[in-house]
């Protein structure tokens, strides 16, 4: 049984930061595509940041380049997102993905994927 449980979002004024992490059970964080989407209010849900482990690719949306970080404790079997410097347009459900099998990251979202609950993060 999959398990993706996040954890680290809060309530941050204009320029503050915030960790997400994202813990796996029942999964191995070294595969496929994993990574982190958002949903703001009245939006629909975006791709973040995500890394691609063949290849060794690593995605990061043009609103977040250089202030968001993505990272992964393999011995942990943990995600995690660093985010400096956040905006209001920050402000989102933050969900942490990893593929299934025959699953895939694309455009937007991700494919034949495990979510988690999301957690909340807000910036005013």
């Not at 796996?24 to 940041?49: H, I």
């Not at 969900?95 to 034949?112: D, H, I, N, P, V």
Request: hydrophobic share 30%; proline share 2%.
């Amino acid at each position: 049984h999959v398990q993706l449980v996040e954890s680290g979002g809060g309530s941050v004024q204009p320029g503050g930061s915030l960790t997400l992490s994202c813990v796996a059970s029942g999964y191995t964080l070294n595969r496929g595509c994993m990574g982190w989407f958002r949903q703001g209010p009245g939006k629909d849900r975006e791709r973040v940041a995500t890394i691609m482990i063949l290849g060794a690719t690593t995605y990061y949306a043009d609103s977040v380049k250089g202030r968001f970080t993505i990272s992964q404790d393999n011995a942990k079997n943990t995600l995690y997102q660093q985010m400096n410097s956040l905006k209001p347009e920050d402000t989102a459900m933050y969900y942490c993905a990893a593929t299934g099998k025959g699953g895939y990251c694309s455009g937007r979202s991700c494919f034949s994927c495990f979510w988690g609950q999301g957690t909340q993060v807000t910036v005013s």
